[in-house]
């Protein structure tokens, strides 16, 4: 669970309406496993901080160290990588098409110059910031 407000004041009312919750299901946490005042840090693989949430630098290495697919394997493995931070990636299932049709040919493995240029713009798109924000009323959903 994670408690995260804008400020001070706001972050006590959020603190106490989660116990409010946590209470009223008679939920217990685990003293050893809280932290409070954290200004960022690792949740559920995923790096938080005032800015908001970060795609964890260790899954972005990951895949921008990785060499072309030589194998249906190899592109399981880039699949795995890319799902995990598929929410960071615009777009992300569009992106990664030509890697699924790749999945698709089990037998014969062919890795297209379709899915080399995919390659390719997925390891610049992983260069940026990958931020997840939360929307302002303004956007459209």
Known sequence: ?????????????HL????EVLRHHKMMLNPTKCAFGVWFGNFL??????????????KIMAILDMEPPRAIKDVQKLTGRVAALG???SKSGDKCLPFFKTLKKVK???WTTESQEAFKQLKKDMTEALLLDKPSPEDTL
Not at 16 to 19: N, S, T
Not at 45 to 58: C, L, Q, T, Y
């Open 45 to 58: 693989s995923h790096m938080v901080s005032k800015r908001g949430i970060e795609a964890n630098p260790d």
């Open 16 to 19: 106490r309406e989660a116990f």
């Open 1 to 13: 669970m994670l408690v995260k407000s804008l400020s001070n004041v706001d972050h006590i009312s």
């Open 87 to 89: 929410r960071f990636i």
């Open 108 to 110: 014969n493995f062919e």
